[in-house]
């Protein structure tokens, strides 16, 4: 897609002076970074998908992801 650069999540931080979680996404092949912020929940979510831990059940963007799989379809 002419325009659009693919970004990858890089991690999770805080803001200092909101104490708010950002998630940064850093596009690839360069070294530039999208900072959003976003909420303590989200944060967390995004936070156990990346270090690979597992839950009781499946969360929301799991069962989304499995649905585009099946429609064989990317995000």
């Not at 659009?4 to 979680?21: H, I, L, R």
């Not at 839950?55 to 429609?71: A, I, Q, S, V, W």
Request: with cysteine; charged share 20%; aromatic share 6%.
């Amino acid at each position: 897609m002419e325009g659009f650069e693919k970004v990858t999540v890089y991690g999770v931080s805080f803001d200092v002076a909101s104490k708010q979680p950002i998630v940064l996404l850093k596009v690839e092949g360069r070294n530039r970074f999208l900072p959003i912020w976003i909420g303590h929940p989200e944060a967390a979510a995004i936070l156990m998908k990346l270090q690979g831990a597992s839950t009781p059940r499946p969360m929301t963007h799991d069962l989304l992801n499995d649905l585009l799989g099946e429609l064989d379809v990317t995000c």
